[in-house]
């Protein structure tokens, strides 16, 4: 028994580094409230007529896509939400598109921003390729329920024919769950792969949200202020970085509310700095898309002069 508790105090030891790995935080409630506040007054790069920024969850079955929609929208409400189903209950083959708004406050307004939650990497029922780009381009409707043995098609009820800005897709972030990301499966690596092309193609930032950090780092499931000294961590984001091309500053350790009972001010704020990054992403693609359009009026106006003269 002795020597059993003296095996886990040296594991929990070499767990944690002296020096964190990544510029540590200052774990404060007045770092929360100001992430609180950047978030909840995020609006979109003006000039596009864009009222809320699209994020796009993508990832197999089980990695905590629902649980951080749930852990931001639980933050924001001021106490534990499961307004998304999470859980082993949602297994299943169909499983609908949703872009979930958050509120401010009870009954608040919904921010600036929506977290839209799919499916689709999953070994056998994973999207085409052509699903893949309709999603990017916005011509799923909100809770289409993709089904592997009907793909999408422009005749399918509801596709959205001509998408606007609102309806795409502005950053997508790869939902990972940190305790199986060496076990992933070699087809939904190949997955993964052919949708960073197409995600390449358009432009569109990416990012990863490692979930489940608890789980493969005790010190850090203890209290998640650890995160940065914690070396099981540091191994495992520069793993994820390596196998999906995206550098390690893009990869986002967090810890989604699973089974507490009350919000905990370390898990919100390393939520809302993953979020407010994810922001920063959104703004960046549409700061191109704001030159392509001027560029565009220019252009068009050109012409137009050319014609009167
Ligand atoms: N320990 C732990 N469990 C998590 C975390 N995120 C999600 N879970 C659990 O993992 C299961 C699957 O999560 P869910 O959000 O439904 O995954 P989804 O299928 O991607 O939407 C649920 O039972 C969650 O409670 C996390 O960060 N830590
Ligand atoms: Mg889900």
């Not at 399918?156 to 769950?177: E, N, R, S, W």
């Not at 986002?252 to 919100?268: C, G, M, S, T, W």
């Not at 565009?296 to 009167?308: A, G, L």
């Amino acid at each position: 028994m002795e020597e059993l508790r003296e095996e886990e105090a040296l594991r929990k030891e070499t767990q944690i580094a002296e020096k964190p790995w990544l510029r540590n935080v200052d774990w404060s409630t007045k770092l929360e409230e100001q992430l609180k506040d950047k978030v909840a007054s995020y609006k979109p790069l003006s000039g596009l007529n864009l009222k809320q920024a699209m994020i796009l969850l993508v990832g197999q079955v089980g990695a905590g896509k629902s649980s951080y929609f749930n852990t931001i929208n639980s933050i924001f409400r001021g106490q534990i939400s499961i307004q998304a189903n999470a859980g082993s209950a949602e297994k299943s083959l169909t499983t609908s598109f949703r872009k979930y708004q958050v509120r401010d406050g009870y009954a608040g307004k919904p921010l600036n921003f929506r977290l839209c939650d799919t499916r689709g990497l999953e070994e056998d029922e994973g999207l085409e390729d052509q699903e893949i780009g309709y999603l990017l381009d916005g011509h799923v409707p909100e809770k289409y329920k993709f089904n592997p043995s009907v793909p999408l098609t422009t005749d399918t009820i509801g596709f959205v024919k001509i998408p606007t800005l609102a309806d795409q897709m502005h950053c997508v972030a790869f939902v990972l769950d940190a305790s199986t990301v060496d076990v992933i499966p070699v087809k939904v690596v190949e997955r993964i792969k052919a949708m960073q092309t197409r995600i390449n193609q358009r432009g569109i930032p990416q990012a990863v949200l490692l979930t489940n950090i608890d789980r493969i780092c005790e010190a850090t499931s203890d209290d998640v202020s650890k995160v940065f000294y914690s070396a099981a961590v540091k191994e495992c984001v520069e793993r994820v970085s390596m196998m999906m091309g995206i550098p390690q500053t893009q990869v986002f350790p967090v810890k989604n509310y699973h089974r507490e009972a009350d919000l905990d001010q370390n898990i919100n704020i390393l939520s809302l700095k993953s979020l407010s990054r994810l922001l920063n992403f959104v703004d960046d693609f549409l700061y191109n898309k704001l030159d392509e359009v001027e560029a565009e009026n220019e252009s068009t106006s050109k012409v137009k002069s050319r014609i009167s003269e």
